[in-house]
């Protein structure tokens, strides 16, 4: 995890670093070297999708040692950004059937940094809701795995232990949907216990751009329209 990390960090800096270039020499030879360091970058988003991170942070090297050559050089002129820790922001849910308010949290939790989203499995949303998720726990962190917003998912622990989570994945937030309040109860008191430095926010609204933002009322329509 500690490469992955690197990795998407040094990508950052480099597409900052592009976002500010100024070309003083418009030498082929010197285009030339932009578009290989470009290449690189471009290299190394693909090895991070992969999961490759050792292989990325190489690409990113080579082109980061491009830029930094043809500034020494006088070619051109850029800004590395001001290095910044990239913090870690825990999300977890049912995340049950896939809604825009859904999106919207893990949309404003990529705001805050890197983000690693905790998936309740099928036998504590019973304990906690007395039913069971429609769908079932492997598929629904499949599915959390592919939003662009997400960095890393994994499946929660079968008992509650807020202990354990904040222990393994260390987060620097964790950021709560605007329905967890009883869950912001239990966070809130481990931490006071503990001592922890964790910034705890939860959203004060729900998201109601569109009609159906969650996942009960999506439930509730297909029961009106398909119940028969």
């Known amino acids: ?41 471009s ?11 050792t292989t990325g942070i190489s ?9 930094d050559s043809l500034r020494k050089l006088g070619k051109i002129d850029f800004k590395w950004p001001r ?18 308010g859904h999106l919207y949290l893990l ?12 998936v309740a499995r099928d036998s504590t949303v019973k304990k906690l809701k ?5 769908i079932p726990e492997k598929q629904r962190l499949e599915i959390i795995r592919s939003i662009k917003y997400v960095d890393e998912a994994y499946l929660g622990y079968k008992n509650i ?18 329905d967890q309040i009883y869950l912001e109860h239990m966070i809130r008191k481990t931490v006071s216990e503990k001592g922890l430095k964790i910034e705890i926010k939860r959203l004060k609204k729900k998201y109601d751009k569109y009609m159906y933002s969650s996942t009960s009322g999506i439930i509730k329509h297909i029961i009106e329209e398909y119940g028969e």
């Open 1 to 41: 995890m500690k490469e992955k990390i690197l990795l998407k960090k040094y990508i950052i800096n480099l597409e900052k670093a592009f976002e500010s270039l100024k070309i003083l020499d418009r030498n082929k030879n010197v285009l030339d070297i932009i578009d290989l360091a470009k290449c690189y970058l």
């Open 43 to 53: 290299d190394a988003r693909y090895y991070f999708e992969k999961g490759e991170y």
């Open 59 to 67: 690409c990113i090297a080579y082109g980061e040692g491009l830029l």
């Open 83 to 100: 290095s910044r820790k990239i913090r870690r922001v825990v999300v977890g849910g049912t995340f049950d059937i896939i809604h825009p």
């Open 107 to 118: 949309r404003r939790a990529k705001k805050y940094g890197y983000v690693i989203v905790i």
């Open 130 to 134: 007395n039913k069971v998720p429609i």
């Open 161 to 178: 232990n807020i202990l354990k989570v904040i222990e393994k994945y260390r987060p620097d937030i964790i950021l709560l949907g605007p």
